[in-house]
Structures are given as structure tokens and as C-alpha cells.
């Protein structure tokens, strides 16, 4: 009876250990992989916002600046074309102060220095 608990403890051992070396192996061969992929995510989520805003920006600003130099050449008191103005003036102007507050300089600092930017995402992994 000793022997048969002995037996399966020691198989027990070896099939938890034998896993352990199996999930370490796992991880080393594919932490390259994640670290690549983690980067080129960071990568699009720091440059896809600003891009967005500043796109909105200049489509509103190039409606604004079209519809100006319409009602210069236009004589007639047109309402429509001075709503148009004063909304896609606003909407310019929020989507520059939006794209200049989502501007983040991290896309460089993985461009640059990507060893860098994983110890620093270490380091705010830890601290969470």
C-alpha cells in the first residue's frame, strides 16, 4: 500500500514538473513573438487617434475655408452657408484641440527606443 502511494506521488512529481518544463520552454520560444506583438500594438494604438483627429481637421477646416470664399463670391444673404461656416469652424477647431491633446510622443519612443519603452511598461505593470 506504502508502495502504491509512494508510486503515485512520485508520478505526480514528475507529470508537475515535467509540465513546468513544457510551460518555461512555451514562454521562452514565444516571448519574442509577444514582445513584437505587443509593441506593434502600442505602435497603432499611439499613432491611430491623432491620425483620426488631425484627418477630421483638416476636412472640416478645408469645408470651413470653402464655404469663406463661397459667400465672398456670393452677394446674396444665404443662411445656409453661414450655418455651415460657423458649424464646421467649431467642429475644426474641437478636432485641433483634440489632436493636439492626444498627441503622444510614445509611437517614437517605440520607433526609437523600444527596449526602453518595455522597461518603462514593465515598470507601470508593477506599480498596478
Known amino acids: 500500500?506504502?508502495?502504491?502511494?509512494?508510486l503515485?506521488?512520485?508520478?505526480?512529481?514528475?507529470?508537475?514538473?515535467s509540465g513546468v518544463e513544457q510551460g518555461v520552454k512555451f514562454l521562452s520560444e514565444q516571448t519574442p513573438d509577444i514582445i513584437n506583438q505587443l509593441l506593434l500594438y502600442k505602435?497603432?494604438?499611439?499613432?491611430?487617434v491623432p491620425v483620426v483627429f488631425i484627418t477630421l481637421s483638416v476636412v472640416f477646416w478645408g469645408i470651413f475655408f470653402k464655404n469663406i470664399?463661397?459667400?465672398e463670391y456670393n452677394t446674396e444673404y444665404n443662411t445656409k452657408q453661414e450655418v455651415i461656416c460657423i458649424f464646421t469652424g467649431i467642429l475644426g477647431f474641437i478636432t485641433t484641440m483634440a489632436s493636439l491633446f492626444s498627441m503622444n510622443l510614445k509611437w517614437l519612443q517605440i520607433i526609437i527606443a523600444p527596449k526602453l519603452y518595455l522597461i518603462e511598461y514593465a515598470a507601470e505593470l508593477i506599480k498596478q
Do not use: G, Q, S
Open 8 to 17: 503515485a506521488l512520485i508520478n505526480v512529481i514528475e507529470k508537475t514538473t
Open 69 to 71: 470664399k463661397d459667400t
Open 1 to 6: 500500500m506504502e508502495k502504491n502511494l509512494e
Open 43 to 48: 505602435m497603432c494604438f499611439y499613432t491611430i
